[in-house]
C-alpha cells in the first residue's frame, strides 16, 4: 500500500506558475504508474499527466501539453508537476493517484489517492 499527500497548490495570476509535490510513502519498491488528475466544480476527475515510479516514461492531455512537466524526485520520494503558463481553466483540486497497473488517463484505474491542493487561477 501506498500514502499520497499533496502540496503547493495556491492562488495565481493567468500565465504564472506554480509547482505541485506528492510526497509518496509506504511501499516505494513497486513500479506504479503515478498521475496527476484536475478535479472540477462537476467532480469529475480528469486526466492531467502520469510517470512510472521506476522510469521515465511520461503521458500527458493534450490541453496541457508543451505547458506542464511531471517528474519525480528518487532522493525525497515526490513526484511533482511543474505548471507553467496557467489558465483560468486549469483551475481545481489536483490530485496525486497511483496503480500497479499499466499508466492510463481512467481515474477509475488508479488504486490510491492524495486529498487534492487547490489550484485557483484568476484571469
Known amino acids: 500500500q501506498v500514502q499520497l499527500v499533496e502540496s503547493g497548490g495556491g492562488l495565481v495570476q493567468a500565465g504564472g506558475s506554480l509547482r505541485l509535490s506528492c510526497a509518496v510513502s509506504?511501499?516505494?519498491?513497486?513500479?506504479?504508474?503515478m498521475a496527476w488528475f484536475r478535479q472540477g466544480p462537476d467532480n469529475e476527475r480528469a486526466f492531467v499527466a502520469a510517470?512510472?515510479?521506476?522510469?521515465?516514461?511520461?503521458n500527458y492531455a493534450d490541453y496541457v501539453r508543451g505547458r506542464f512537466t511531471v517528474s519525480k524526485d528518487d532522493a525525497k520520494f515526490t513526484v511533482n508537476l511543474q505548471m507553467n503558463s496557467l489558465k483560468d481553466t486549469d483551475t481545481g483540486v489536483y490530485h496525486c493517484?497511483?496503480?500497479?497497473?499499466?499508466?492510463?488517463?481512467?481515474?477509475?484505474?488508479?488504486?490510491?489517492w492524495g486529498q487534492g491542493t487547490q489550484v485557483t487561477v484568476s484571469s
Open positions: 493517484a497511483a496503480t500497479t497497473g499499466y499508466m492510463t488517463t481512467r481515474a477509475g484505474a488508479y488504486d490510491y
Open positions: 509506504g511501499r516505494t519498491d513497486v513500479n506504479y504508474a
Open positions: 510517470i512510472y515510479w521506476n522510469d521515465l516514461l511520461t
